[in-house]
């Protein structure tokens, strides 16, 4: 291949959607600094909104517009911007009446003083099960209103188990900072946990019912009330709806200045909540009821010949591995339907996605390709694939959730396997999935003859491929473990995470963590009050 055909130099222009930050003020802080450290911030275009995306042909590229004015062209469109971004309020007769602030778990407006108040609580489910202990301890009285229970596990590994929410000491912490190995096997410890969960998922299999038997087992310790436990222990399969490591919630709900109301709500009024003929005076009502989760974008996605996927999605969310969707070339998405949001360890499956993104784009790069574009018989394989598997799981289970839809029971949300089987797959690159566009003969830049190994100057592309190729940690191997994506501390020193986002730190070489140092930066939030003490619950002790 000619040198300069074999240049390094073509770069694909690629907009990402999404690129905000969580709410908790620790994990804000993480993320800063980890932007900063990789200077990531220098490529972000912050307080602006996608007011449209739309694909040419003609270029081979698409058009995203802003509602600053913004137009930005590029020939890769990643939507990062995931499935839980859009909060939904509850749809409540009269909840516009109510004289006092409302408030949403997801759009917090910490200006609000609930020192003393009395709060309404709506929700029962991950939202409102880490937001009422916080609450609990500053309020005067609180209500929560419960729809339908949910199932609560034990904390993951922690090393005291008898702890609902283990704080790491700062000597720990210091250990983590030093011993690079002692830190790397207490991360796999962790994510090996969640990733040893998946066979509990199908319904006939005897660690369904062994694991149910154990979280009722322990919630039923924790739980002193007869009628409370016939309440807020669940009747359906456990993992039917999201699983929670909450058990603090199912303390501070048994606590004297809180009330669980399960009557449905009727309306509400100026001054409260009515549920069951009862009216119940708030000052503050808390939606804690999680967001629309339909896959359908909040803006349109106008894909070849004009298909809008908010049309699409919004009849049946479908896609190939949740990945992409075929009619809208050279768009890739994170955590699209059917992903492994809850088969196990989250970040795995993350990583694999960005490294197979990479993958995809070096064949583009190297073969001159305009344009990818998902097969739509190999999408519809896997949406017909996905709908047989899931008639054995728990998720098509008897309870409410968002993973399905609500008119015909379909499994949206979910993978059709376990986090490491999603991993797996993605590491079989089936570009045959795609119909590819080139600009050129695509072997073209076979032209010299020569390989990388033997000239290395002459196929830049190819070395730079191979290189990304041996750093990638997602690749399963014969000798993977549970955990084999986990192999490596990178820390972000206490200077990079400062509060006051003064520090800004550019140096990235000799990474050496980009998670440890960051252990308990803000871990300690002040409170005018803490919450009930799980450490003094006997219950808390049980072994699982």
Request: with cysteine.
């Amino acid at each position: 291949m000619d040198s300069t055909e074999a240049s390094s130099d073509r770069r694909l222009r690629c907009t990402i959607i999404g690129a905000g930050y969580a709410s908790s003020f620790e994990i804000k802080n993480y993320l800063r600094a980890v932007a900063r450290r990789f200077r990531l911030d220098e490529n972000i275009s912050y307080d602006r909104k996608v007011v449209s995306a739309t694909w040419s042909d003609d270029t081979s590229t698409w058009t995203v517009q802003t509602n600053h004015g913004d137009t930005v062209e590029s020939e890769i469109l990643v939507n990062a911007g995931g499935i839980l971004n859009n909060p939904q309020m509850p749809n409540i007769e009269g909840l516009g009446t109510f004289a006092g602030p409302t408030l949403h778990t997801a759009a917090w407006d910490s200006s609000v003083d609930l020192q003393g108040k009395t709060i309404a609580i709506i929700g029962s489910g991950a939202s409102s099960i880490q937001v009422l202990p916080q609450l609990q301890a500053k309020c005067k009285h609180i209500n929560v209103y419960i729809r339908t229970p949910s199932w609560i596990c034990p904390p993951v590994v922690v090393p005291n188990a008898g702890s609902s929410n283990y704080t790491y000491q700062d000597e720990e912490r210091e250990l983590f900072r030093k011993d690079e190995k002692n830190y790397i096997n207490s991360r796999k410890e962790i994510e090996s946990q969640f990733n040893s969960m998946f066979g509990a998922f199908f319904k006939l299999n005897p660690e369904q019912q062994d694991m149910r038997n154990r979280f009722e087992a322990r919630m039923r310790c924790i739980i002193k009330d007869e009628e409370l436990q016939r309440r807020l222990i669940p009747s359906f399969e456990a993992g039917c709806r999201r699983i929670n490591p909450g058990e603090q919630y199912l303390i501070s709900i048994q606590e004297p200045n809180v009330q669980p109301v399960f009557d449905p709500i009727q309306r509400a009024t100026p001054s409260g909540i009515i549920a069951g003929g009862v009216e119940y005076p708030a000052d503050v009502i808390v939606a804690a009821t999680g967001f629309n989760t339909s896959f359908r974008p909040r803006f349109p996605i106008i894909g070849r010949k004009g298909l809008n996927l908010q049309d699409i999605w919004g009849k049946d969310p479908i896609s190939y591995f949740g990945t992409g969707v075929s009619g809208f070339p050279n768009y890739l998405i994170y955590l699209g339907p059917n992903t492994p949001i809850s088969n196990g360890s989250l970040m795995g499956p993350l990583e694999a996605t960005s490294d197979y993104f990479i993958r995809l784009l070096q064949r583009m790069i190297r073969n001159r390709a305009l344009s990818f574009d998902v097969r739509q018989d190999a999408q519809e394989d896997f949406d017909n694939h996905t709908k047989s598997f899931m008639k054995g799981m728990v998720w098509t289970g008897t309870c409410r959730s968002w993973f399905k839809r609500a008119n015909d029971g379909k499994v949206t949300a979910l993978w059709p396997g376990s986090s490491l089987h999603y991993m797996q797959c993605l590491a079989e690159d089936r570009w045959e999935d795609y119909e590819w566009r080139y600009d050129k003969e695509r072997f073209a830049y076979w032209k010299n003859g020569f390989s990388w190994i033997e000239r290395p100057e002459m196929d830049q592309i190819g070395l730079q491929a191979q290189r990304s190729m041996e750093t990638m940690t997602t690749l399963p191997r014969s000798t993977s473990d549970l955990a084999f994506y986990i192999c490596k501390a990178e820390n972000l020193s206490r200077s990079e995470i400062s509060s006051n986002g003064e520090s800004l730190v550019h140096n990235v070489e000799n990474i050496k963590s980009a998670e440890a140092e960051s252990l308990g930066e803000h871990d300690n939030l002040a409170r005018d009050k803490e919450p009930a003490a799980a450490a003094d619950h006997p219950c808390i002790t049980v072994p699982v």
